[in-house]
């Protein structure tokens, strides 16, 4: 792969990116006038046979067309989906807690005295036991983060060049049988485009209520075993039964999942929706936990820029030890401080956010400490990959279909699995199968 493309793939691939990937294949026995259509024409091939692997595996697994189990108590056997023992014991963790305290007070007395705090930090309680997942590395696991990407500055229409187009002054006059064909095969390739949006945008939901741009992709990885898979979708529903589809596909329904999201209420409704009979667990991306208090903090606090800061960093660490009842006092001491209406609203928010998502929120420096991953930065990489700010940032135009299309290009070759899909399109005698693991 050329400098080039290294460097469009870095910032989101782009039409013209997408185009080359194709063209670096030797694979290509299509035509196409544009690039638009290298890129429509492989999309709509991977979305195809994506939805028809996803039907046979339902069908082979006796699932329905919308990803749910027929007979679960049955399934459950078959498939070996017992409830595992994934989380420690109370006596357990508590002992682990013990020796962690014991840690923090040490590093608290080789502090200097000037920066050392009047007390050191603890860990008081154990209520995210939920949230922490066995530890002895004989707990069969999977990692799934899942995050749906919305377009910030969608532009409704793309402005449009005033120049005419290139005539090729050569071209032979056509005859009026020829002008007749061509006016028709037009018209056969507007009804054909018209009807694949169609039935693409009864797929393509916006999960969010609000009322923004319709333009979103729900990327989820799955990791496990040292391995990792990007799976892409044209929404949350869709993005899930991908999921399903690929975790049966490769034997891992019977493990214990589990899962990062942000603070979306709608994807932790969808994994309780899907998951109910499976081992896992919700926890709240510590990412998106700074990121929600770094703004809602620091919009409700009056001061200098150290000061403000300060401010975040205070409740930041009560979170991420657990902390959050000590979160909450220092919050309403802020408002106290800060008395304006609308900082108070702001401050109240922030509250309302923690006592909202407390039974999301896990011990991040426990989880640290054991060794266990505390935030989703695989999706967040790959987001940047396949989405990121040519969509999000940019302000170009892109329409649900276009941007599926090149998304799920990229993904394609992010799994190493372009070049097989390039051959399976254009030889009859060479299949794919999508749901693998690469």
Not at 75 to 95: D, M, N, S, V
Not at 326 to 333: F, G, M, T
Request: proline share 3%; charged share 25%; net charge positive.
């Amino acid at each position: 792969m050329d400098k080039l493309l290294a460097e469009e793939q870095i910032e989101g691939l782009s039409y013209r990116g997408a185009g080359k990937l194709i063209q670096q294949s030797n694979h290509l026995k299509i035509a196409p006038g544009t690039i638009h259509d290298y890129v429509s024409q492989t999309g709509a091939f991977i979305r195809i046979t994506a939805d028809e692997e996803r039907s046979a595996i339902f069908k082979a697994s006796d699932y329905t067309e919308e990803g749910f189990l027929e007979n679960i108590q049955e399934a459950q056997q078959r498939f070996g989906i017992i409830k595992l023992k994934a989380h420690p014991l109370a006596t357990e963790l508590a002992k682990v807690l013990g020796m962690f305290n014991t840690k923090l007070e040490a590093d608290w007395l080789q502090m200097p005295k000037a920066k050392r705090p009047l007390q050191p930090q603890r860990v008081s309680s154990i209520a995210f036991l939920p949230t922490l997942e066995c530890w002895d590395g004989k707990l069969p696991l999977a990692y799934i983060c899942v995050d749906e990407v919305m377009v910030k500055k969608q532009k409704t229409m793309r402005k449009r060049s005033r120049k005419p187009q290139h005539q090729d002054r050569r071209k032979r006059k056509l005859t009026p049988r020829d002008r007749l064909r061509q006016k028709n095969q037009a018209k056969a390739k507007l009804r054909k485009e018209r009807q694949e949006r169609s039935e693409f945008a009864q797929k393509c939901t916006v999960s969010y209520t609000e009322d923004r741009p319709g333009v979103s992709t729900t990327s989820i990885t799955v990791k496990w075993d040292g391995k990792l898979q990007l799976l892409i979708a044209s929404s949350v529903k869709e993005g899930f039964k991908t999921l399903i589809a690929f975790l049966l596909h490769n034997g891992l329904i019977n493990r214990h999942m589990v899962f990062f999201i942000d603070s979306a209420g709608v994807l932790k409704t969808q994994i309780d929706k899907y998951f109910s009979y499976c081992s896992y667990q919700i926890n709240l991306d510590w990412y998106h936990v700074t990121e929600q208090i770094d703004s809602m903090i620091g919009r409700g606090t009056a001061g200098s820029h150290e000061e403000r800061r300060a401010y975040r960093d205070a409740v930041k660490k009560a979170l991420w030890y657990f902390n959050y009842k000590d979160a909450l006092q220092y919050i309403d001491k802020l408002i106290a401080e800060h008395s304006t209406k609308e900082r108070s609203v702001i401050l109240q928010s922030a509250k309302n956010y923690i006592n909202n998502k407390v039974t999301l929120f896990s011990c991040y420096a426990m989880r640290k400490y054991l060794g266990l991953p505390n935030s989703s930065n695989t999706i967040e990489r790959y987001n940047g990959l396949t989405v990121s700010n040519r969509q999000k940032h940019r302000g170009c135009s892109w329409s649900n279909l276009g941007s599926n299309s090149q998304t799920l290009l990229s993904s394609t070759n992010l799994n190493k699995e372009l070049d097989k899909l390039l051959k399976s399109a254009n030889y009859e005698d060479y299949t794919i199968d999508l749901f693998k693991a690469a």
